[in-house]
């Protein structure tokens, strides 16, 4: 009765039952569902821990990090309680907060197999191991294809896309609404040592920036944040020169709720036909759109959308050599 009283009471916590339902399906770190379960990593340890101690899960290292998977309970003699969780969990993959949680999950799973330090060539699948090899790598050999330019990346966030092109370009801007998330991002180029790179707080819709003062404006994940979204493509017009372009990468429309309370959405991302269509309408032109990253069962893909804001006309500019 006392072992019983102790899995019983060990099991009335929401964030173990949802902790224990994600090791169910793959084996994770602390770090992967940390992210997640949205909590504190402190509190995903201490949850760790009492169902480590109570035989609910084990470690497994690998790659020099410590993995957690749920123990098969019938093989301890807790055939009853393996039954009841595994019921549970078939009875709750309808629930939005579960439902949140599997997408969560394969962005994770996404970016582990992105990781070719975690993930080595497997030769039952004829990929070959190539020591070094990274996409972090191959977008910096890229960048340096790129001239100097005048970037500005528009929805910053913690600032990892501004800092990586201020490797290739001559001056960056980092525009965000958040102090929060600026403040980061400062210190994160602090670290890097990027010397060019300016941040600043503001609103897509209305950016502190001056008009026509840069060769090109990014828009990463940043676009379904926007109140307007037809707003804050105009303001991106205003502040290209003429011939300067604008980069997308973008959600595919979806039908994931959540991530409006979650995480801050206004828009359940694009269609190719919409984003062509908003763009169009902001006065680009050259507009070109394409498939990004995607994976099967994965409600989030990405679009990617490149356009150029039309170059002055020979006689414009000469009215505006005049005005000046």
Not at 35 to 42: D, E, F, K, M, N
Not at 94 to 99: E, S
Not at 107 to 135: C, M, T, Y
Not at 180 to 197: D, E, H, I, P
Request: hydrophobic content about 45%; aromatic content about 6%; some cysteine.
């Amino acid at each position: 009765m006392r072992s019983a009283s102790a899995h019983f009471r060990l099991l009335g916590d929401e964030a173990r039952l949802r902790l224990l339902r994600l090791l169910s399906r793959e084996r994770l770190n602390v770090t992967e569902l940390t992210a997640v379960l949205g909590l504190a990593q402190s509190g995903v340890s201490r949850h760790l821990k009492l169902l480590k101690e109570a035989g609910f899960i084990d470690e497994q290292r690998s790659a020099g990090f410590t993995y957690y998977a749920l123990v098969d309970l019938r093989q301890r003699g807790l055939g009853s309680l393996w039954d009841a969780l595994v019921d549970h969990f078939a009875q709750a993959s309808r629930d939005p907060a579960v439902k949140a949680d599997h997408t969560r999950l394969q962005e994770v799973l996404r970016l582990r197999k992105e990781n070719f330090r975690e993930h080595a060539a497997d030769p039952r699948e004829g990929r070959q191991l190539v020591p070094g090899r990274s996409w972090m790598a191959w977008s910096r050999a890229l960048g340096l294809l790129l001239p100097r330019l005048r970037v500005a990346d528009l929805g910053c966030g913690d600032g990892y896309l501004t800092i990586e092109s201020s490797r290739w370009a001559g001056r960056v801007v980092g525009v965000d609404r958040s102090p929060v998330v600026l403040a980061r991002a400062r210190l994160l180029a602090q670290r890097r040592r990027a010397t060019n790179v300016t941040w600043k707080r503001g609103e897509l819709e209305k950016l502190p920036l001056d008009t026509a003062s840069f060769d090109l404006a990014l828009l990463s994940q940043a676009l379904h944040h926007a109140v307007n979204p037809s707003r804050a493509l105009a303001e991106a017009v205003r502040i290209l020169v003429p011939g300067g372009r604008l980069l997308i990468l973008e959600l595919r429309e979806h039908k994931e709720e959540w991530v409006r309370d979650k995480l801050g959405d206004h828009v359940l991302g694009f269609s190719e036909t919409g984003l062509r269509h908003l763009l169009s309408e902001a006065g680009l032109v050259d507009v070109r759109t394409s498939a990004g990253a995607s994976k099967v069962g994965d409600p989030f893909a990405v679009l990617l959308a490149l356009a150029h804001k039309p170059a002055a006309t020979r006689g414009s500019s000469r009215r505006a050599r005049k005005d000046s």
